[in-house]
């Protein structure tokens, strides 16, 4: 069975900083692993996914996630954030979704 | 929100109604699923369709129903048989290709409240 966890419910970040949010996965098998963003009342967008090949994955909007295979990871990361960051992020395992994370980043 | 209407936006209904939740697409994608995201939740699947003519459950399909008569439409009924129906419907459409899960492009969303 897969299953994904996003063990932080908030993260709060200042402006500039780098940001990080964590995911971590269980599947039998090869994990396709997506991250998606969700902003107020909307639908979710697509931000970047992992099917195979390179480690460190490049997204939209300047985001990019690590796969670590070892630790079942695979984690959300900006170099510096900003304000327009704030939403809701969710991690995906194929079609099995996390409970979301909100990113605060403040001025 | 890529290709993918919703309608409508906000909907009322009374216990015991059945309701349809509208989901269309134009990207000529081949899936279409249904998610219902509940606050510190996320999103859980409730019925996936693959092909025309074709669906499967998700995690939580009791209390409702779809169709898949044409590849751009995937209505979803709410039936009086769900239990808590009140939520945030979200619609969904991937391309298959014979390959792995890929992404999928949502639409805005239906927020449904029964009373």
């Known amino acids: 069975a897969q299953s994904v966890a996003q063990p932080e419910d908030q993260v709060n970040v200042a402006e500039g900083n780098p940001l990080t949010v964590k995911c971590t996965y269980s599947v039998s098998g090869n994990p396709y692993l997506f991250w998606y963003v969700q902003y107020p009342n909307r639908g979710l967008q697509f931000l970047l996914k992992?099917?195979?090949?390179?480690?460190l994955v490049k997204g939209s909007y300047g985001f990019e996630a690590e796969f670590n295979k070892s630790q079942t990871s695979f984690h959300l990361k900006k170099p510096s954030a900003l304000v327009s960051d704030s939403a809701l992020y969710f991690c995906?395992?194929?079609?099995?979704f996390g409970a979301g994370t909100r990113l605060a980043v403040h001025p | 929100d890529g290709g993918i209407t919703q309608s409508p936006k906000y909907l009322f209904r009374k216990e015991g109604q059945n309701v349809t939740l509208s989901c269309e697409q134009n990207?000529?994608?081949?899936?279409m699923y249904w998610y219902r995201q509940d606050p510190g939740q996320g999103l859980r699947l409730i019925y996936y369709?693959?092909?025309?003519?074709?669906?499967q459950k998700g995690d939580i399909a009791e209390g409702y129903s779809v169709s898949r008569e044409k590849k751009e439409s995937f209505p979803l009924t709410v039936t009086s048989a769900q239990k808590n129906p009140t939520a945030f419907y979200l619609c969904a459409s991937g391309q298959l290709a014979g390959g792995p899960p890929y992404e999928q492009y949502f639409g805005p969303g239906t927020r449904l409240t029964v009373t």
């Open positions: 990207l000529n994608h081949d899936a």
């Open positions: 369709s693959q092909i025309v003519n074709d669906f």
């Open positions: 995906a395992v194929g079609l099995i």
């Open positions: 992992y099917i195979t090949g390179d480690n």
